[in-house]
Nanobody
Framework: QVQLVESGGGLVQAGGSLRLSCAAS?????????LGWFRQAPGKEREFVAA??????YQGDSVKGRFTASRDNAKNTVYLQMNSLKADDTAIYYC??????????????????WGQGTRVTVSS
């Protein structure tokens, strides 16, 4: 019952910044317990990037100190602020949502709903 639409991807130079957005519809945004960001680069497996729930915010090891997820209930939107971008950040970025409580924010299998993805390309 939740639809997620990512936007904000594009081409950016290494060292630059980009902010991705994920708009949710179908349910009250406050009913979503956790929202996650995952990415998949060509030839690589899906990787946890960041997540936000009602307890805190989290980042994968490869993006700690550079990426931050945030949640804005008033706008029904979750963001991924990406700073100090590197060429190996190039990937398709997906947002995901889970309604019920879970501690497995890093596990893609814990999420019930997924967006279509938005492409991020970082030039070196």
């Amino acid at each position: 019952q939740v639809q997620l639409v990512e936007s904000g991807g594009g081409l950016v130079q290494a060292g630059g910044s980009l902010r991705l957005s994920c708009a949710a519809s179908g349910r009250t945004f406050s009913d979503i317990y956790m929202l996650g960001w995952f990415r998949q680069a060509p030839g690589k497996e899906r990787e946890f990037v960041a997540a936000v729930n009602w307890s805190g915010v989290y980042q994968g090891d490869s993006v700690k100190g550079r990426f931050t997820a945030s949640r804005d209930n008033a706008k029904n939107t979750v963001y991924l602020q990406m700073n100090s971008l590197k060429a190996d950040d190039t990937a398709i970025y997906y947002c995901a949502a889970r309604l019920g409580f879970s501690t497995l924010y890093y596990n893609a299998g814990a999420y019930e709903y997924w967006g279509q993805g938005t492409r991020v390309t970082v030039s070196s």
